[in-house]
């Protein structure tokens, strides 16, 4: 199998933690609002932090966010900000944890409006990622351009997310939408 550069430029002991998400989930879509969302949180978390650390704890953040539950996430109150914030698992950041409740609701409204966080961020495929960045900053906090572009990328709404070369690339072109792939020539 081939992997992309940056796979190839870690150390030996972040490689398989980083080829089991490249293999699986880096630039392939996500069907569920819920994942898409809990994608957004993880990489709002990753702002002044290293991939690396964001993989090791995902599985706690998951714990901590009720799986990423959008529904669960928007009613959060002043407890379940403490109970964060106590969470040595997940990142302690207020800001972010802020972040994500204000998110969460910002996509109860997109569900409303479109059906779901999916049909909304499809509907709005293809744009540049500027337009992206300056519509995200309009609807969802701690959203900055390399945010934007992280998360578009890992779900498969921008390129880049691999290398040309590299096998997984090959296969996420295969089993990408017909819809994405025409928007994207």
Same mark, same amino acid.
């Given at each position: ?34 994942? +898409? ?11 002044? +932090? ?44 207020? +800001? ?61 709404? +921008? ?27």
């Amino acid at each position: 199998m081939s992997y992309c550069s940056y796979i190839r430029s870690l150390s030996p002991g972040e490689q398989p933690l980083h080829k089991e998400y490249h293999d699986t989930q880096y630039g392939f879509t996500i069907e569920s609002d819920d994942e +898409l969302f809990g994608r957004l949180i993880l990489e709002i978390n990753q702002a002044g +932090l290293s991939w690396t650390t964001i993989l090791n704890k995902q599985e706690n953040f998951r714990k901590a966010y009720h799986q990423f539950n959008i529904k669960k996430i928007a009613c959060y109150q002043d407890k379940d900000i403490a109970r964060l914030m106590n969470d040595a698992g997940i990142i302690r950041n207020r +800001l972010k944890i802020h972040a994500a409740i204000n998110n969460a609701n910002q996509i109860l409204a997109l569900q409303k409006s479109h059906g779901s966080f999916k049909n909304w961020l499809d509907a709005e495929h293809p744009k540049s990622k500027e337009a992206w960045v300056k519509l995200f900053k309009l609807h969802f906090r701690f959203t900055g351009g390399e945010i934007v572009n992280e998360f578009l990328m890992s779900c498969g709404y +921008l390129p880049g997310a691999h290398d040309p070369d590299c096998s997984v690339h090959k296969k996420i072109i295969k089993v990408r939408p017909p819809w994405m792939r025409k928007a994207e020539k």
